[in-house]
């Protein structure tokens, strides 16, 4: 692929917006353009690039082989070129209204925007905050390319290969209806696995191995799901079981009808770390962030 050297460096944003955000319209709004605007660029993209480099889909705009290659070159460019910028400029959060992304799961979001959210309102007000979820394995490369200024969660397959720092370590409970049979005498190891559980099964949930775990003693999962929010309704309606870190538990519990016990098998322990990448180093408003973070989620 050859790319002009006279390339606008506003067509290589509108191409990163449209790639991370599979839509013509979210990336419209992300660079705060209308529509049009993007399309046209996508047009001029295309003619530069001689590749049509997404297609529609059901599912959104669906990257062709070109554009994945481009999107590698173009987001570290983009990095390169933010970080120079970056350094020329004095971070006040008291008067900026730059946006800062962050990778978490679902169940992430329910424990640690709230506690986040306050700390930026506080020092930060006009600060914009974009909470974006993706494959563990993916994590790194989003880090790297600049895509995501910080990830979050309990991800020990990743820290080998990003900057990371410990938050606070967690534990895992059983979570059940008040009126569930089990709530009558001590949970036993036997009556654990012989009872019916619900499972949330999620790409960006790092706790696969009480999955596998699960599996090898034989617990009947009667229920998958890909997302943790529905819980609460679902355990409460029914006679299932769920294994969950004890302050989503805590949380759940607090919506009334629901009672958390002691897991009867062991379990691994929980540590959550806050993943970043080695260009944040120097960087003002992302060491910022990075302290915010720390400072919001390390007292859980």
């Known amino acids: 692929m050859k790319v002009s050297p006279r390339m606008d460096l506003n067509l290589v944003r509108v191409f990163a917006a449209i790639y991370e955000t599979g839509s013509v ?10 529509q049009s605007t993007v399309s046209y660029s996508l047009s001029k993209l295309r003619e530069a690039l001689s590749d049509p480099l997404f297609i529609k889909t059901r599912g959104g705009m669906a990257a062709t082989p070109c554009a994945e290659q481009t999107y590698e070159r173009f987001s570290l460019a983009l990095a390169h070129i933010d970080d120079a910028v970056e350094t020329t400029h004095t971070f006040v959060p008291q008067l900026s209204d730059r946006r800062f992304r962050v990778a978490m799961s679902d169940i992430g979001e329910l424990i640690f925007l709230p506690p986040l959210l306050k700390k930026l309102a506080a020092i930060a007000p006009q600060v914009e905050l974009e909470v974006v979820e993706t494959k563990v394995d993916d994590a790194p490369g989003w880090l790297a390319s600049g895509k995501v200024d910080a990830a979050v969660g309990n991800l020990p397959s990743i820290c080998a290969v990003t900057r990371n720092a410990h938050l606070f370590n967690e534990h895992y409970v059983c979570l059940m209806r008040k009126t569930h049979q089990a709530k009558r005498k001590p949970l036993t190891r036997e009556a654990f696995i012989a009872a019916r559980h619900a499972f949330v099964s999620s790409s960006f949930f790092g706790h696969p191995q009480v999955e596998v775990l699960l ?5 009947k999962v009667a ?13 409460a309606a029914s006679d299932l079981l769920v294994v969950l870190p004890s302050r989503v538990a805590s949380l759940f519990e607090s ?4 009672q958390s016990m002691p897991v009867p098998i062991e379990l691994p322990s929980i540590e959550v770390r806050l993943h970043w990448h080695l260009h944040h180093k120097g960087h003002a408003a992302q060491q910022w962030f990075l302290d915010i973070l720390t400072e919001a989620l390390g007292s859980l």
């Not at 599996?215 to 617990?219: A, E, T």
């Not at 229920?223 to 355990?235: G, R, V």
């Not at 919506?255 to 629901?258: A, C, K, V």
Request: net charge neutral.
């Open 223 to 235: 229920l998958q799901i890909p997302h943790f929010t529905i819980l609460p309704h679902l355990i």
């Open 215 to 219: 599996q090898q003693l034989g617990v």
């Open 25 to 34: 319209t979210a990336a419209a709004e992300r660079l705060f353009v209308n």
């Open 255 to 258: 919506y009334g009808g629901l």
